[in-house]
């Protein structure tokens, strides 16, 4: 998935053992990582119109520009959600990534959140759903916490040609998470796959920038409802947590680059335009759920630095210290501004856990 929740792409064949290494199902009667087949080559597929078509501006979505409706999701994903959504244990499906946000198109990946209690959630039914309607035969969903405790687990399933994600996340969790949100609490989390880490805010962000499908309960609508409008204390935290960073790492970067440690100085830099993402962002109010795409998203927030995609590709493509330096100070004295509420805070360490 990308920064805002949007599937990334995969190319046909599907990862193998041979080409990707974190592609892998596991299952509790098979514990070693076994290689997704290749995929089913992709046909036509029937749609249904979008159970819930909201305008982006209203939905919080990270895009200043008017997006159209999302294009509509594919029937078998809708059924596939339907079924889901009577499986022991789950509490809620959600449309998550490009189906959600208005980017889909042909190609795109369904996402769909599985939310559900970890008291009775039950995989056997789920892992017999799964072989029920993917194209391939074995497919299998994993254990809960099989992808880590942030991504979870879940599965990658392909039906009648089309891609879907089924990603659980235990609501419980989200709650929690909604309250670290609303309460300003930035925590970041070290997550495979995730070089920046996962925030604490993380599945908060994930659920404001989502569609509901089912929810029987009310109990996601209700969290989802109390994070609108974004929540203020956590805009002003994050900006104290990240606007003094972006200097910070590159005066690190400079003395590393002069001992050619090449490998620190690109670590660097790269923190350091996080750290830039994640302020502007927090000013202007926009959720991120994790790095991929962020910069473009980032790029389209009102007072970003002019032209800041661009600049950012090329400082790092050259690793101009000196132009992402430039930046970060840009950055800084926008949150710096007298008319700003938000002061920054001395550094100060980042929780992590393994």
């Known amino acids: 998935m990308n920064g805002q929740g949007e599937a990334t792409h995969r190319t046909s064949p599907r990862p193998t053992a041979a080409n990707r290494q974190d592609h892998h199902t596991v299952t509790a009667a098979n514990p070693t990582p ?14 249904r119109p979008s159970t819930r078509r909201r305008d982006n501006a209203a939905a919080g979505r990270p895009y200043d520009r008017e997006v159209p409706d999302p294009p509509d999701v594919p029937a078998p994903a809708l059924d596939l959600a339907q079924r889901l959504a009577t499986l022991p244990g789950v509490v809620a499906v959600t449309l998550g990534g ?11 990946d369904v996402d769909l959140g599985l939310y559900y209690d970890a008291a009775t959630f039950d995989l056997t039914p789920l892992d017999e759903l799964c072989r029920d309607v993917d194209d391939a035969p074995g497919a299998h969903a994993t254990p809960p916490g099989a992808w880590g405790r942030w991504v979870d687990g879940g599965a990658w399933l392909t039906l009648k040609g089309q891609r879907v994600d089924v990603l659980y996340r235990r609501v419980d969790r989200v709650e929690l998470s909604v309250e670290d949100a609303l309460a300003g609490r930035v925590t970041l989390h070290t997550q495979v796959g995730h070089p920046h880490g996962i925030h604490g805010h993380h599945y908060a962000a994930e659920l ?9 309960t009310g109990r996601l609508a209700e969290l989802q409802a109390r994070l609108k409008p974004y929540p203020s204390a956590l805009r002003d935290a994050l900006q104290r947590q990240y606007a003094w960073q972006g200097s910070f790492w590159l005066e690190g970067a400079r003395s590393s680059l002069a001992r050619e440690d090449v490998n620190h100085v690109q670590g660097c830099a790269y923190q350091a335009v996080m750290a830039m993402v994640q302020t502007i962002c927090a000013r202007g109010e926009r959720w991120l759920t994790n790095e991929k795409g962020a910069v473009s998203v980032t790029a389209t927030v009102p007072g970003a630095p002019t032209a800041f995609e661009r600049r950012v590709r090329e400082a790092l493509l050259t690793l101009d210290l000196d132009a992402l330096l430039t930046l970060a ?26």
């Open 34 to 47: 076994q290689p997704r087949p290749p995929d089913a080559t992709h046909a036509p597929f029937e749609t």
């Open 98 to 108: 490009s189906y959600a946000n208005g980017r889909a198109t042909a190609s795109s």
């Open 208 to 216: 404001a920038l989502g569609v509901v499908l089912h929810d029987p």
């Open 329 to 354: 100070l840009e950055v800084r004295a926008e949150v710096e501004r007298p008319d700003d509420e938000a002061t920054l805070a001395s550094p100060s360490g980042q929780e992590g856990d393994a």
